[in-house]
C-alpha cells in the first residue's frame, strides 16, 4: 500500500516526538538536546524533583555568579521549592498541571537578610518573575519558566547534592 506525503510526514513527526521522550531517564544528566517540550504534569514533576536547578540567563538582566554573587540554584520536592534566590534564601509552594506545560507557583517567600542594593533588586526581580510562572518546558539539560510578559527564566539541570 502506498502513503500518501501528508500521512507520511505525520507520521514522521510522530516518531519524532516519541524519540523525545525516550531512551533517558528524566533527571538523568545526559538528557539528550531537543526542542523545548511541555511534559505532562507526572512526568514533569519526576524531572524537576530529581535535580537542582541553576539560573543561568534571563534576558536583559544579568544573572548572578561567579564575582557576579552566589548563583540562584533552586530544588523542587513534593510541591514545594527552596533554593537560593540571589541574596536570600527563598521557599515557595508549587503546583504542576492540569494541562501538560502548566505550573502555579504559590507564595514565594525569602529570608530577610541584607545584601549589598544590586543583589537585593535582581532577587525583588527574580522573586516576582518566579511567582508569576505559569508555564513549565523542558529542552535537554535545560528547565524554561514562562510567565506572562516576563522574560523567561532558564535554568541548567544541576546533579542532586548526597544522591
Not at 12 to 19: D, E, K, P, R
Not at 65 to 90: K, Q, Y
Not at 146 to 154: F, N
Request: aromatic letters at 6%.
Amino acid at each position: 500500500m502506498r502513503m500518501s506525503p501528508a500521512l507520511a510526514a505525520l507520521m514522521v513527526t510522530l516518531a519524532g516526538c516519541t524519540a523525545q521522550g525516550g531512551g533517558t531517564t528524566p533527571g538523568s544528566a545526559a538528557v539528550a538536546a531537543t526542542s523545548a517540550i511541555a511534559l505532562p504534569a507526572t512526568e514533569a514533576g519526576r524531572r524537576l524533583e530529581a535535580n537542582r536547578w541553576e539560573l543561568v540567563y534571563w534576558e536583559g538582566t544579568p544573572v548572578p555568579h561567579g564575582d557576579n554573587g552566589e548563583p540562584v540554584i533552586l530544588t523542587f520536592v513534593e510541591g514545594r521549592v527552596s533554593g537560593h534566590a540571589g541574596c536570600n534564601r527563598m521557599m515557595a509552594g508549587y503546583e504542576l498541571g492540569p494541562e501538560a506545560g502548566r505550573i502555579a507557583v504559590k507564595a514565594p517567600v525569602t529570608t530577610r537578610m541584607a545584601c549589598e542594593e544590586g543583589r537585593m533588586k535582581f532577587e525583588a526581580a527574580f522573586t516576582k518573575a518566579f511567582g508569576a510562572a505559569t508555564a513549565v518546558r523542558f529542552e535537554g539539560n535545560h528547565l524554561h519558566l514562562d510567565s506572562p510578559g516576563v522574560p523567561t527564566l532558564k535554568f541548567h539541570l544541576r546533579e542532586l547534592q548526597g544522591g
